[in-house]
């Protein structure tokens, strides 16, 4: 494979794209953003784009043919595709955008000997209700179906700036209370990873040999829960946080809600995909960046197992705040 590629990558001004892309040219590979617009997002907001970086528009919920694909590939040695939807727009559907858009472009590149990158997600299950969860699985069954040398990442949760849900994240764990949802999703683990992180190893994994795995689960240095998560992420200047643990019914109807209105990250999706655990079978991150993975989130306060710790109850709403100048023990989150 030549020196310099040139990579395609769907999605480059989204959340993972913009750290492939950072980390692409850092290494000196040409790179073309592919991208729903080429103009200004939809709050008319000028894109987050190098204005040095070529701009092609791809919408993959329009392009669900190896045909439609080929003129946007012909000059590319490598696509990545980072692409994806929390929610259904009009037009937009997850069949499309997860599996039947992407499974063109797998097909397009089989045919045109292209080497294919496609960004998915641990924890996907076919016996899962969110349709979010099953079009990404059937988007990944249908690359190997077509492209059987097409690499397959799944990136567990992930942290960084820029991204809508780590923002989120990042917000709720200064907030005084940290509500998790009870039953499985109250255990469940996770191994959260930095967005450059990812962004450093998929441009590794475009100049990767044919021939190398296929399938690659990424994650972090660390196993949590999500309550220990919020913790991690919790300045250590805010002192101690209530953990509130809602009833799995009251949360599930809650990931509705969010559904519902299109607000906030939390989905059904995300409600299913926290019932259990959402850790790497054998992790690729560190064999692929060449040393370990950094460690997520300020230093962790007091909100892990038994310490700030409650089940759900109204009156747990109007906890104190530690007084200013307490003494408060901290502990690390448990890590396995």
Known sequence: MKSVLNVLVLGGNGFIGRHA???????????????????????????????????????????LEAEDWMP???????????????????????????????????RACARSDKRLLHVSALGLSSQARSRFIRSKLQGEQALRDAAPDCVIVRPSLLDG?????????????????????????????????????????????????????????????????MREYLSVLRPARLGQAWCLVVPRWL???????????????YSFGHFELMSKDNLPKVNALPAVLGRAPVAIGAAPSACDAGTGTAQWHPSLLAAKKTPPGAVVNRRSPRAV
């Open 161 to 225: 700036d820029g991204g809508f849900g780590a923002g989120w994240l990042r917000a709720l764990a200064r907030f005084p209370v940290h509500v998790v949802p009870g039953g499985p999703g109250a255990h469940a683990r996770m191994a959260p990873l930095s967005a450059r992180d990812l962004g450093e190893a998929l441009a590794r994994l475009c100049v990767r040999s044919h021939g190398s795995p296929t399938t690659l689960d990424f994650g972090g240095p660390a196993s949590l829960s």
């Open 251 to 265: 949360a599930r109807i809650g990931s509705h809600v969010c559904d519902l209105f299109h607000w906030s990250p």
């Open 21 to 63: 892309v950072a980390a692409l040219r850092g290494v000196g590979h040409r790179v073309i953003v592919g991208s729903r617009t080429t103009g200004s997002n939809r709050q008319g907001t000028p894109l987050d784009v190098n204005p040095a970086l070529e701009m092609r528009q791809v919408r993959l919920h329009q392009l």
């Open 72 to 106: 946007l590939i012909r000059d590319v040695d490598v696509v990545l595709n980072c692409v994806g939807i929390l929610r259904e727009r009009p037009g937009e559907s997850y069949d499309t955008v997860h599996h039947r858009g992407p499974a063109a472009l797998a």
